[in-house]
Structures are given as C-alpha cells and as structure tokens.
C-alpha cells in the first residue's frame, strides 16, 4: 500500500516571500503520478501543480514548482511570491498509473499568508 | 462549462438512519470518485464509478455504497449511520479515459455530514 506523509502540519510566510512545503511517499510502484492539491478555507479543493514520476523534469506552473526527487520519494511545492489567496491547506497526493482513479492523500499543510 | 456539483450541502442525520448523498460531474466526464474527508483520518478514498460500474473501491466497510446512473450523475449511500460517518463527503469527475491515463479530477463543494 502506498502512503504519503506532509511532516509539517502548519507553516506561515509573509507576503511576497517564498515558501517550501514538504511530502514524502512510500510505494513500490514505478510508474505513478503525484498531485498538490489546495483547499482554501471553506471552498473547493482546486489542482495546484502534477507530475509524471517518469519525467525527470520537475513541473511548474506560474508561481509554483515542484522538486521532484524520484529515489528519495519526495515531492516538494515551492511557492514563490506568496500571496493572500495562497492561505489555504495543501494537499500532497499519489496515484497509480493503472485505470481507474484513486488518489492517497497525505494528512496535509495549512499555509498562512502574512501581510 | 458548469463545475462539479454535490447535493444537500448540509446534512444532519442521527445514528442509525440512512443517507443519500448527490454528486453531477462536470459534462463530459465519466469517471466520479467519492472521498470521506474527517479530522482525524483525513481524506481516504471510497470508491470509483465509471460508466455505470465501480472500478476501484477503498478500505470502507459495506453500509458504504454508491451507484453511477446513465448521466454519469452519482450517488453514495450510507446505512446505519454511525458517529464516525460524521465528515465532509467529497466527490471528483474526470474524463475517465484510457488505462494509466493522465487525467486531471475536479473537486465538488463537498456534502457536511453531521452525524447526532
């Protein structure tokens, strides 16, 4: 079974300032997908960034990018340029490529935005 | 292109009854999964509809069920509800395409259960 664990259950940053939010994983499989997922405070729970865990190139999207570090199964989210509306609790999350859907989340990080 | 939908928003229910709750996926989409969201486990997957039929199911137990109609429209059910059934029942679409595919899931608003 695979598991997916955030060690750090809070984090706060100031505005414009950069942060790292941290995720381990645990699996045999070789080929999977990871996913960051963000859920702000009483509002639906959006994809923020994925990644293909047989492309060595790590994703970004806008302000965030990935870290994507296959043999030590880890998985961090670099926000650059915090905003207000990043405030939100992320989300790391694993897949298997076979058919069908099936995300394993990790216990997931409130990030608070400073001003 | 409407988003993910799920209805009632807000339930309350007392141990030992039934509950029916509603999810319709964005237009297009054939695949809906179904997650129970709760402080202490946190999100755990329930179970997978794809045209009709469940293709992936999770660690629940069996008074949690679900059905995919024709519309690709879902419905999960839980029976003799329990204190611990209490939490945020979130539902996702996606396309539900080819084996190992890809695909992005879109996230409904949620149901808040509260279980009395």
């Known amino acids: 079974a695979q598991t997916v664990t955030q060690s750090q259950p809070e984090m706060s940053v100031q505005e414009a300032e950069t942060v790292t939010l941290s995720c381990t994983y645990d699996?045999?499989?070789?080929?999977?997908?990871l996913f960051w997922y963000k859920q702000p405070p009483s509002r639906q729970m959006i994809l923020v960034i994925r990644q293909e865990a047989y492309k060595q190139q790590n994703a970004t999207e806008n302000r965030f990018s990935v870290n994507f570090q296959k043999a030590a199964k880890s998985f961090s989210l670099k926000i650059s340029d915090s905003q207000l509306g990043d405030t939100a609790m992320y989300f790391c999350?694993?897949?298997?490529?076979?058919?069908?859907?099936?995300?394993?989340f990790g216990a997931g990080t409130i990030l608070r935005v400073k001003s | 292109k409407a988003g993910v939908t799920q209805t009632p928003r807000y339930l309350i229910k007392t141990r030992g009854q039934q509950v029916t709750l509603s999810c319709s996926p964005i237009s297009g989409h054939r695949s809906v999964s179904w997650y129970q969201q709760t402080p202490g486990q946190g999100l755990q997957f329930l179970f997978e509809y794809f045209s009709e039929t469940q293709r992936n199911k999770g660690n629940f137990p069996g008074r949690f069920s679900g059905r995919q109609f024709s519309n690709s429209r879902s419905e999960m059910n839980v029976s003799t509800l329990e204190l611990g059934d209490s939490a945020l029942y979130l539902c996702?679409?996606?396309?539900?395409?080819?084996?190992?595919?890809?695909?992005?899931?879109?996230f409904g608003p949620g149901t808040r259960l509260l279980v009395l």
């Open positions: 996702a679409s996606s396309l539900g395409g080819l084996a190992g595919a890809f695909e992005t899931q879109y």
């Open positions: 999350a694993f897949m298997k490529m076979e058919y069908g859907n099936k995300l394993v």
């Open positions: 699996t045999s499989e070789n080929n999977y997908y």
